[in-house]
């Protein structure tokens, strides 16, 4: 029998990397030092909802080592907004799925209101890490508290507090999937159950927390970003729409990763203001995330309610299911509709379920927000699936 696997397929092939991990010498974002670089520390709300009435950063910018700091009403004076970035829904699924989106916009720096405790409204940079975090706590903030809105389903209702004022609404994403008669099925089945499942918010832990590291060649008007990010060609797309560059002049390179999980999945405000800075200041410029920034800064992941039924006959059958279920995805949503879509298109899993009818729904709240992590959408699926079955059974 001829080999046609050649020298890789069905073979066990040795890691080239694991040496060099595994004896130290693995480079991560903070091991990345260059010459004259700046620290960067960010000023993060307290608050969970409240409108900026004033952030002062007069006494910050005295001190010793600062070499900028900008809150978010500076940099809307030198910045477009950021766009929209709702990932489109891809084309296959557009004849399944019925839906209607809206995307609020996030700022780089939050400018008219914060919507989540650990959402950034100032930025220093100076000299050393130690001088940035001194000068951040200079910084004096007035914040207007308003009502926190932490649950999903409270967000829906008519006297629920706004947190996207241009909206009028906290439902951003709904949407409908059918296939065959689920309605008629159900009722002809001789047996239903209902029951309310829950897959809990969380948040990854990689070891390495997020960090950037960005620099700006005047000579050849081009960038080069050291990013923690399991995304440098969407990174590079960015930072150049930001910088008004060509892809071409703008490299993003991810080094060692430390772990990621779908957190680092993204673009984050934090990759652009640190090239912003790198370019308006003409020096390179550092910042690396801590454990408690990250936790609460950093996107977490599910949090769905599930409200499923099911009609099933004597030996056990699926006549017909029905999924009504509400995604939390906290103050924005950085990748858009994919994870709610990804949970209503995966819904029935292996299963040869022939009446479906599924609608999800997206509510905002003033959470940390919510993203895609390991199989986006289909764990929460799954465990409503396999939790359904199981009672079935």
């Not at 508290?145 to 507090?161: I, K, Q």
């Not at 004022?165 to 906290?170: A, G, I, L, Q």
Request: with cysteine; glycine share 8%.
């Amino acid at each position: 029998m001829s080999d046609i696997g050649g020298p890789y397929v069905g073979r066990a092939l040795l890691r080239r990397e694991d040496r060099r991990l595994l004896t130290g010498r693995g480079q991560f974002i903070a091991d990345l030092v260059l010459p004259r670089m700046l620290h960067v520390v960010l000023v993060r709300s307290p608050l969970a909802h409240a409108r900026i009435r004033d952030v002062d950063l007069s006494r910050a910018r005295a001190a010793p080592g600062v070499a900028i700091a900008l809150n978010g009403a500076d940099l809307l004076q030198m910045l477009p907004p950021v766009p929209e970035g709702q990932i489109s829904l891809p084309r296959k699924w557009t004849t399944v799925i019925q839906h209607k989106f809206l995307n609020p916009s996030q700022p780089l720096l939050a400018h008219d209101k914060v919507r989540h405790v650990g959402e950034a409204i100032a930025i220093v940079a100076a000299e050393t890490r130690e001088q940035a975090e001194d000068a951040a706590e200079l910084v004096a903030w007035d914040l207007e508290e308003l009502p926190p809105v932490l649950d999903p389903e409270a967000a829906l209702r008519p006297d629920s507090p706004i947190v996207h004022d241009r909206f009028d609404t906290n439902l951003i994403g709904d949407f409908r999937v059918t296939r065959g008669d689920p309605d008629g099925a159900m009722a002809r089945a001789p047996h239903r159950l209902k029951r309310r499942f829950y897959h809990h918010r969380y948040a990854a832990v990689p070891m390495e927390c997020r960090g950037v590291v960005s620099a700006y060649d005047a000579r050849t008007d081009s960038a080069t970003i050291w990013s923690s990010t399991q995304v440098v060609h969407w990174v590079r797309r960015e930072a150049a729409a930001l910088l008004g560059l060509p892809e071409a002049r703008v490299r993003c390179i991810a080094l060692d990763v430390g772990g990621g999980f779908g957190g680092k999945g993204h673009v984050y405000p934090e990759d652009l203001l640190v090239t912003f800075l790198a370019h308006r200041l003409g020096r390179p410029v550092r910042w690396i995330e801590d454990r408690r920034e990250h936790l609460m800064s950093a996107t977490h992941s599910r949090d769905q309610w599930h409200d499923v039924e099911v009609g099933f006959d004597d030996d056990g059958h699926i006549r017909a299911i029905r999924d009504d279920y509400l995604v939390d995805c906290g103050a924005w949503n950085p990748i858009g509709s994919g994870v709610a879509y990804n949970t209503a298109v995966h819904l029935t899993g292996p299963y040869k379920i022939e009446n479906l009818a599924a609608s999800g729904r997206i509510a905002v709240t003033t959470k940390t927000p919510n993203a895609p992590y390991r199989g986006a959408g289909r764990p929460e699926a799954a465990f409503a699936m396999e939790r359904t079955i199981d009672l079935v059974a």
